[in-house]
């Protein structure tokens, strides 16, 4: 029997960046399933930090972590594009960066086409460029979080995959990769599969739905330097692009297809789908898809991050459900679940922000 203070499921962004933070109050052990850490989801996300994405508690914790992402992201402008229907989709995005403060320009089809020189006319009749926007190291990132676990004298396990959990007296035991671990505090942030620990522990789900994205990577115009190329999102349904390199782009139609956890694999149709977009809106020719892949991002009914102890259930901690922002918020999110994990006052530029314990709890799902 292995004992530790605190034992941390998930060895993606959100298990390794909390994981990283509670090693300075006790022994930490993560668990991941895999062979190294960010297999799923973390391992696969374009991870470009942007406040297109949720709605404003989602946004403000991505403000509060601008900070700390810059040390592992490159600033990269991002071209938000509407056509003419989604004009009103672009005023409200523009609404939400002035809120922000973040630094903006309102262009117009012609500038927009300056900067993304493949855009057709009729996909861009007016565009918002965020000039503050991260393209972010992923990878760097999850090894900085795992060195400083490491540090603080804490543990990386992996090819853990949990196949019991126990409740025995003020302490959690959890049977990974055929060791048995036990601590008083258990966090969950198992990704996809979080619904599924809790059930193992005895503890009711909060009802998070797994949901497939497809990225694919084709190359770009013969000859053509993209790296100086935007992000390019969509202002309402359609796709991102943007460069990989000199001479590879990458795009996704942003799709949200339901899913079972899984090691998530791309579908022909949703590749397909992804090229044809990309083509109708721009004068790329995507003659051959040199890479594709899916990833599952999690989501709570109300699409909120879980972070809290589980009703009746001491010492179970929720560090799921950061759908496809993990990354972009991980920052300010863990910060807060070390305040819930080990009884600290909430973070105080979070309750400046108007951000409350309550509102990431999973006691607001009923759980």
Known sequence: MRQ????VIG???AGLSLAARLARHGRVVVLEGESAPGYHASGRSVAFAHFGLGETRVRTLTALSM???ARHGTVHPALHIASAAQIGALDALEDVHRAFGCDTTRIGPDEALEMMPVLRPDACAAALVDH??????????????AASLRADGGELVTSARVSAIAREGDRWRVEAGGVNYTAQILVNA???WADDIAQLAGVAPVGLQPRRRTVISFAAPEGEDVRGWPFTKTAGEGFYLLPEGRGQLLASSMDQTPSEP????????DIAIAADRVEKATTLAIRRISHSWAGLRSFAPDELPVIGEAAGASGFFWCAGQGGYGF???PALSRIAESVVVGQPFPEDCVAAGLTAA????ARLGA
């Open 132 to 145: 503050g926007s991260l393209k972010l190291d992923t990878d760097a990132m999850l090894q900085a979080h």
């Open 359 to 362: 509102d990431f709890a999973p």
């Open 11 to 13: 060895g993606g962004v």
């Open 262 to 269: 899984c090691d998530a694999a791309p579908e022909e149709l």
């Open 328 to 330: 972009q918020t991980a």
């Open 67 to 69: 900070a700390e992402l």
């Open 190 to 192: 198992a990704g996809a």
């Open 4 to 7: 530790a203070d605190m034992l």
